[in-house]
């Protein structure tokens, strides 16, 4: 009840493609979604988040989509470039309680 | 930029030593959190604090214990360190109040246990 499952494990997409990671949720009690963005040797840093009340939001060239009936949410790039690669982590929580982290997906864009 | 800051950036050590690592923020947040990331890349929460003088376990068990004795300063202590313990160790701190609220991490800890 508590998981959150998030794939691909890893994605390798060309500069200006537009790479999809999703997540899905089982707690139909959360109600913030964020995503998160790690570099190599550093922490992770948020990189948007979404509540259950909109569909979709947009920030610069990333775009969280929020499908609430199917329990899911996905993060997507657009115009992605190499400096997006990083490994991402989409994130679920309820209330004031802790994030409960997806598994990671290690996105490469080449050049 | 995120004040918060972990120390050492890489320990390499012997088995059965005792260790610690330091995580410190300046934003006065009360939440602190400790995650253990494998190489696999998963974020397993190991320690979390809400305040002075408050710390609980979290979802992944693990041999380390934590104190909270300053808002601030949220150490991380191994009694006898085991090649098992070998993993990179994430310091975050989060303000009390919203749940909306971002999470800051430290830049981690890279433990290597011979």
């Known amino acids: 009840q508590q998981q959150v499952k998030q794939s691909p494990q890893s994605l390798i997409v060309q500069k200006g493609g537009i790479p999809i990671i999703n997540c899905a949720y089982e707690?139909?009690?959360?109600?913030?979604f964020p995503w998160y963005q790690q570099f190599p040797g550093k922490g992770p840093a948020l990189l948007i988040a979404i509540r259950p009340d909109v569909s979709e939001k947009k920030e610069g060239r990333f775009t969280i989509s929020f499908n609430k009936s199917a329990k899911q949410f996905s993060l997507h790039i657009m115009d992605s470039q190499p400096g997006d690669s990083a490994t991402y982590f989409c994130?679920?929580?309820?209330?004031?309680?802790?994030?409960?982290f997806g598994q990671g997906t290690r996105l490469t864009i080449n050049p | 930029e995120a004040d918060i800051y972990q120390t050492p950036r890489y320990l390499v050590i012997g088995t059965g030593k005792k260790i610690t690592l330091e995580c410190s923020q300046t934003m006065g947040h009360d939440k602190m959190y400790w995650y253990q990331q494998d190489p696999g890349m998963e974020l397993h929460l190991i320690h979390y604090?809400?305040?002075?003088?408050?710390?609980e376990k979290g979802d992944l068990s693990s041999e380390s214990t934590v104190s909270r004795i300053r808002t601030e300063h949220f150490p991380l202590t191994l009694e006898s360190a085991r090649p098992s313990h070998t993993s990179q160790y994430l310091c975050?701190?989060?303000?009390?109040?919203?749940?909306?609220?971002?999470?800051?991490f430290g830049p981690g800890t890279r433990l290597t246990v011979l």
């Open positions: 707690n139909t009690a959360f109600d913030y």
């Open positions: 994130a679920a929580s309820r209330g004031a309680q802790k994030l409960v």
């Open positions: 975050a701190s989060q303000k009390a109040g919203s749940s909306y609220n971002e999470q800051f």
């Open positions: 604090s809400y305040g002075v003088n408050s710390t």
